[in-house]
């Protein structure tokens, strides 16, 4: 119970279809299993909802709520309601984010409507949700805020919008560690490697028309670490050790979950 009688808000808790569990999804569920009471957020209500049935079916605290990151009324909205319902905001964990399904693509092919969405949904919608947020844990004197960041954005990655927003998050996350930690507020970002996620292995199959199996082969090759590529729970996992305490001083950090391609990205990688 590492997040007992917290609130917590996931932006992104619902997930597009696949096979695999989503890293809001399965977030949601890990941190109302530690104790959370759960505010489930996503575009589509009805996804939300099904993340907040799942909580309720394993015994768990949660509500839905509908919100597009890319309009700040919503997410006023979304604060609003939290603290109507729950009092409180302990935790606000940010995980939407979009690349191909947004229209990204190498920087001389990529439209201006294209970029902007992207850098509406992956980065201004983190920013104004902390905007709305930090008021209120300042005024607690305590919060966590958490956001999904990406290897993209320390790797060489084939869309320029993809990298070049998750690139941001990382800085507004030291930003707000920075400027925000007086006030007993911690930031701190994840950034996954490869995963096996509906976002990362469905959207590829619609776009490219390739098989599962191809895709996911293709990915787990490029993980150093034995066993392939990563999942929704090594990222919730890494989200939960972040907000609880056991993390209590640590703020500012971008934490990679990437079976060691980082690792081989500082010290290059050598046969044996």
């Known amino acids: 119970m ?58 768990g605290e949660a509500w839905a709520l509908a919100a597009d990151v890319a309009e700040e009324a919503a997410l ?23 690349s191909i ?14 970029f902007d969405t992207l850098y509406r949904v992956n980065y201004r919608g983190m920013a104004l949700a902390c905007k709305h947020a930090l008021p209120v844990m300042r005024e607690q004197g305590s919060g966590v805020i958490l956001t999904i960041s990406s290897m993209a954005a320390r790797a060489a990655h084939p869309t320029v919008g993809y990298q070049t927003t998750k690139a941001a998050v990382v800085s507004l996350t030291e930003h707000i560690a920075s400027q925000y930690a007086r006030f007993g507020i911690r930031a701190n970002c994840i950034l996954p490697g490869l995963m096996d996620t ?21 990915r787990s090759a490029a993980v150093p670490l034995k066993g392939g ?44």
Do not use: Y
């Open 229 to 272: 590529m990563g999942d929704a729970w090594d990222v919730a996992n890494a989200a939960l050790f972040l907000a609880s305490d056991e993390a209590k001083f640590i703020t500012g950090v971008a934490l990679p979950v990437d079976g060691g391609a980082s690792v081989n990205l500082q010290l290059g990688s050598r046969p044996d």
């Open 101 to 114: 399904a947004g229209g990204d693509t190498g920087l001389t092919d990529i439209t201006a409507d294209a």
């Open 2 to 59: 590492r997040l007992k009688d917290r609130v917590a808000i996931i932006v992104g808790a619902g997930q597009r279809p696949g096979e695999t569990m989503g890293n809001g999804r399965a977030t949601a569920l890990t941190f109302a299993r530690e104790g959370a009471r759960v505010a489930c957020v996503d575009r589509d209500l009805a996804i939300a909802e099904k993340t907040a049935a799942l909580i309720a079916e394993a015994g």
């Open 76 to 98: 006023v909205a979304m604060i609003a309601d939290t603290m109507a319902r729950a009092g409180r905001v302990d935790i606000l964990h940010n995980n939407v984010g979009i």
């Open 198 to 218: 509906p976002m990362a292995v469905e959207t590829r199959m619609e776009n490219t028309g390739r098989s599962r199996d191809q895709i996911v082969a293709e």
